[in-house]
């Protein structure tokens, strides 16, 4: 299945870009995830996201950046909360003002047996939009 989020955020491009091509730091989605570990640099760095201190890690790998056209595409190896394989996403920053810009996620993936499309649809999209929320809050409180 194939998934397009696009979200509207009320902070120029280039903030959010820099704050999500910074693919070790996710301060901006700490009431997620309590620790974020991280192994390699660059193109198939690993990400070890946990949302418990005791629970297993969601592991994301950096496929590919381009901070000239910010895009950026990973896999999701390891997810603890969606059921699915083949989980890919790719994000796409565009800006519409100099104050504000577009986010778009692209989501291709396959949902395991017992999860319909329209579940993980609606799981992946709550959650995307709520991550953008959290990002937009993140960037209103630093300094400009």
């Avoid at 194939?2 to 120029?12: A, G, H, M, Y």
């Avoid at 297993?56 to 896999?75: F, K, P, V, W």
């Avoid at 796409?92 to 100099?98: D, E, F, I, N, R």
Wanted: glycine residues 4%; aromatic residues 8%; hydrophobic residues 40%.
């Amino acid at each position: 299945m194939e998934l397009i989020i696009d979200s509207e955020v009320r902070q120029p491009a280039q903030r959010v870009w820099s704050l999500w091509a910074d693919f070790g730091n996710l301060e901006w989605l700490a009431d997620t995830f309590c620790r974020v570990d991280t192994e390699g640099q660059g193109i198939g760095m690993l990400r070890y996201l946990y949302r418990t201190p005791a629970g297993g890690a969601d592991i994301h790998r950096l496929d590919a950046i381009d901070h000239e056209a910010m895009e950026q595409a990973c896999t999701i190896l390891q997810s603890s909360f969606i059921h699915v394989t083949e989980h890919r996403y790719w994000v796409k920053v565009t800006p519409l003002s100099a104050e504000r810009c577009r986010v778009r996620v692209t989501v291709r993936c396959t949902p395991v047996e017992g999860n319909s499309e329209a579940e993980v649809a609606a799981v992946l999209t709550a959650w995307t939009e709520a991550a953008l929320h959290n990002l937009d809050h993140y960037l209103d409180a630093l300094p400009r």
